[in-house]
């Protein structure tokens, strides 16, 4: 499995556990949009994500980091060039 379908795959369960939505990991489709008419997640949810990826991946995100989150396929892009830059 690439880096990248890890990230992935972690992100879904962080979504599902720690965000507690209401669905399998699995379904929660790498292309389908975060916030909004995707998953509809909130600022909260937001300030709560960033603080697991930090947790899981030591990767500090902050406001300018916002275009990475529109789903996890950016955000999860965003994580591995971070992980890969820190090599």
Not at 13 to 19: A, N
Not at 33 to 48: A, K, T
């Amino acid at each position: 499995m690439k880096l990248q379908e890890e990230v992935i795959a972690n992100l879904q369960t962080i979504l599902v556990t720690k965000l507690r939505l209401p669905m399998q990991p699995s379904e929660i489709e790498p292309g389908m949009e975060l916030f909004n008419s995707g998953l509809g997640l909130d600022s909260v949810d937001s300030l709560e994500l960033i603080a697991a990826i930090h947790e899981d991946y030591g990767i500090e995100l902050n406001a300018e980091h916002t275009p990475f989150f529109r789903n996890l396929n950016t955000l999860s892009e965003y994580i591995t060039s971070s992980l890969a830059a820190a090599l």
